[in-house]
């Protein structure tokens, strides 16, 4: 019994992470439709970021939150104005210009760091909690306290900020929105702009908890696509569920089972999931339908 | 027959312009193409591979070169294993290359080989470690460095005389988990291990785990469920630093933890910090800290490279490549030729015994041409630095084994 208590906590600390990395892919993909390839290596900015302040200001990575996600709001913003807005209506032609942006964000790394990898620790990197038979990382556990925080202040700020409902309505019907006066181009700016300040913020987080290489990106973003598309496309409640379910079939499956099989068996979930519910658990029926979505 | 004055200078001239290039190839330097990862990911192993290959080559033109020519070294940037075919075109075509030596990459090496068996070169393996590259009997290919065989044969030795002697147990009663990155490299080093345990008599765990994996915390706990006496891991840097994060977060402290090929580095000693890493056991290249019986000359390895490069050596792959170009010519010099069936030849008739080279290697090449005196080391974390322990001759004066069963 305390083994499978075990595992379902290291399931739910995963998910925690899952979540975190997920909530901003799903609010990009459910406001401005666009699968965004380069939301990994968003989060791989934001480690980068973590390190950086620790080299140049001697910050805590949990500090660092403070530099990295308003950086990273900038950036995203600017992403969709100088990239992804000329290219608003041709949805796939956004798609590949988001891998277009992995593979440079991944270059420049590589081109800065040639290939080594960096560490940056917290002062509570080494804590660890014990509660009966478990034993849980503090890191990890801050993980999940902060994507159950994010997914709770997001939803809020959905529902009662007037962003949040500029927001909401233009993810709801576009043209709708835009004979109501709500600056489209703007909540999509903005929109993007909180969807990668939220992976800076997963960076800084997970950056305590993994060595980084610039490739790291790549190995958040296959389970994340799982996650979101479980969970519902474009429901941030959706992606924090989503995050959990893919955690707990990869610990019970790694464990139980086999590790070098967990991916197998999530993928299985996933298409199983897709096959029942196209819209995943939380989704709305046709939010599948990738940019079929009038855009212009 | 009289030849007129004409006659003969025109021969003359002409038997000069032919005997011109061949004196000039004759006391050309000998150009050695040095095809690794140059960017990208893995540039800076590839860096570190080539500069043991430039301290060779200044080594040996300050003793006037070998079979009396110099030598230079170009280089050819090679990520993947096709990059690795176009780099010898490049490196045999432009740069007019005589030999080909790498590479930190097995799969690399495997396609960057064939490809130099194409143009009749000679290919030279110092550093990449797949045991099938040897297997596949390329009659241009040899090995100069340990295969994973090795490194799997050393860490099966360093569980069973060195480990089992610290934890006070006989080997056969060892509890032995060994955790390996599921790709060719882990699997392949992981199967040699079992081989060799089941010889012993040890029936051992495996564990196996993806290198791209966000979380190891499964097969830490499948592991710390097992109970083992010794913990190994086979894996990648990134890996292998979760993995051991994972372990402390999950308080899985197992008496003694080996880990082979990497982690003998600073990416490691800044993830885990070095009271983490005190007393942790290394299957790795001979570092230049190793005894100067052991390894003569290591020490003035360090010193030449820390005069040419301003710095520590990175990662010991560095000497494993210097040793490697070292044998290298000692089979030009008696081949007298850069030709690689003569050269070929010339390896596989060396006989140096062991503790020849610094990294304490000898020379003798088995029918597959694999050097197989050409031997990993057990070192272990000491005090945040790297200090080799078993084979004990292998061990600097004043070292011993440390932390072992770990506190």
Known sequence: MAEFVNVLAVGLLLGGIYSLISVGLNLIFGVIRIVNFAQGEFVMLGMYGAF?????????PYLAVGIVVPSLFVLGAVIYRMILMPLQGEAMMQVFATFGLLMVLQNVILALTRGTTYSVNSALSTMSVTVGPVQIGLVRLIVLVAA???????GWYLKTSLQGKAIRAVAQDRKAALLMGIDVERT???SFGIGTALAGLAGCLLSPLYSMSPQIGINFIMPAFAVVVLGGLGSVGGAYAGGFIVGM????????????LKHAVLFMVFIVALLVRPAGLFGHAGAQEVGLREQS | MSLTRRQFGAISAATFMAGMPRASAQNAPIKIGAVNPYSGGMAQYG????????LAVDWVNAQGGVIGRSVEIVRGNATSAQEGIAAVEQLVG?????ILVGTYVTAISNAASESALNYNKLYWETNALARDLTDRGLPNYAR?????NEFAKRSVEGALELVAAKLGKAPKDLKIWMEHEDSAYGTSIVKEQERLFKEAG?????????????DVTDSILRAKNANPDLWMSTAYVTDTNLLLRAARDQGFKPPAIMLLGVGDTVETLEALGKDFLEGILLVSYPRPDVNPKFGPGAADYLKAYRAKYSRDPIAPQSMNAFVGIKILYEAIKIAGSIEYEKVIKAAASLDKPLGTYEAGYGAKFDAKMQNSRALPVVAQWQGGAVKAVYPKEAAAEGVSIVNLPRS
């Not at chain 1, 159950?148 to 997001?154: F, G, K, P, Q, S």
């Not at chain 2, 432009?94 to 005589?98: F, G, I, L, P, S």
């Open chain 1, 249 to 260: 079939t990869e610990a019970i499956a790694g464990f139980y089972l086999d590790p070098a």
């Open chain 2, 94 to 98: 432009r740069d007019k290359v005589d």
């Open chain 2, 47 to 54: 860096d570190e591979v080539t500069r043991g290959f430039e």
């Open chain 2, 144 to 148: 100069s460095g340990p295969s994973s």
């Open chain 1, 148 to 154: 159950t925080a994010v997914t709770i202040a997001l």
């Open chain 2, 202 to 214: 040890l029936t051992t765990g495996i564990g196996s785990h993806s290198a791209r994996a966000i």
């Open chain 1, 52 to 60: 950086a302040a620790k080299m140049a200001l001697g910050l805590d």
């Open chain 1, 188 to 190: 999509y700016m903005i």
